[in-house]
């Protein structure tokens, strides 16, 4: 059984940076083609694609936030971890991973987490 | 970045009715087009991949069609569970993007 879990801080102040895991069983980075995905999701707002890592340690970033996003992970230990500079309130939003395979679709999900940004 | 941009943003429908979400690609990515279904407070769920695939343990009700940059997603005889929020995905590129999601509501 695959399962995706995010994990970190339900509260970030402006200015920090957010840091958030993702442990994920069923699957292995050792596949060739197996990657992880971070989406966002604002409250009320449509899904927003952050960042992924392949197998092969290639990483990609969204345009408009690649400047701050750090994306790694740690095939033992089958994890994830996305970082995020410089948060800020725009930036609250529940946090998903996700699995893709070749990158073709998002097919397994984490619950979420979710992150508010607030002095 | 390749937009995605879904219609209607809102659609009211009753059970039993057949409805059709319209979802078109800022360029040709070919049938690189994912469906995800949405509940309030739960995580997006895959329906359909590469524009026509039906993900296993998805009821045959849902369909996917088109290619290029136009395409649709039809349920046929809408059931109490179908009520959610519906977003296309392009795959075409690494740069991932969304629709701004279709909000299927019971009429």
């Known amino acids: 059984q695959v399962t995706l879990r995010e994990s970190g801080p339900a509260l970030v102040r402006p200015t920090q940076t957010l840091t958030l895991t993702c442990n994920f069983s069923g699957f292995s980075f050792n596949t060739d083609g197996m990657c992880v995905a971070w989406i966002r999701q604002a409250p009320g707002k449509a899904l927003e694609w952050l960042a992924l890592?392949?197998?092969?340690?290639?990483?990609y970033y969204s345009t408009s936030l690649k400047t701050r996003l750090t994306i790694s992970k740690d095939t033992p230990k089958n994890q994830v971890v996305l970082t995020m500079t410089d948060m800020d309130p725009v930036d609250t939003a529940t946090y998903y991973c996700?699995?893709?395979?070749?990158?073709?679709?998002?097919?397994?999900w984490g619950q979420g987490t979710v992150v508010t940004v607030s002095s | 970045d390749i937009q995605m941009t879904q219609s209607p943003s809102s659609l009211s429908a009753s059970v039993g009715d057949r409805v059709t979400i319209t979802c078109r690609a800022s360029?040709?990515?070919?049938?690189?087009l994912n469906w995800y279904q949405q509940t309030p407070g739960k995580a997006p769920n895959l329906l359909i991949s590469a524009a026509s695939s039906l993900q296993s343990g998805v009821p045959s009700r849902f369909s996917g069609s088109g290619s290029g940059t136009d395409f649709t997603l039809t349920i046929t005889s809408l059931q109490p569970a179908d009520f959610a929020t519906y977003y296309c995905q392009q795959s075409f590129t690494t740069l991932y993007t969304f629709g701004q999601g279709t909000k299927l509501e019971i009429k």
């Open positions: 996700a699995r893709t395979y070749w990158g073709k679709s998002f097919d397994i």
């Open positions: 360029q040709n990515i070919g049938n690189s």
């Open positions: 890592i392949d197998w092969d340690n290639g990483k």
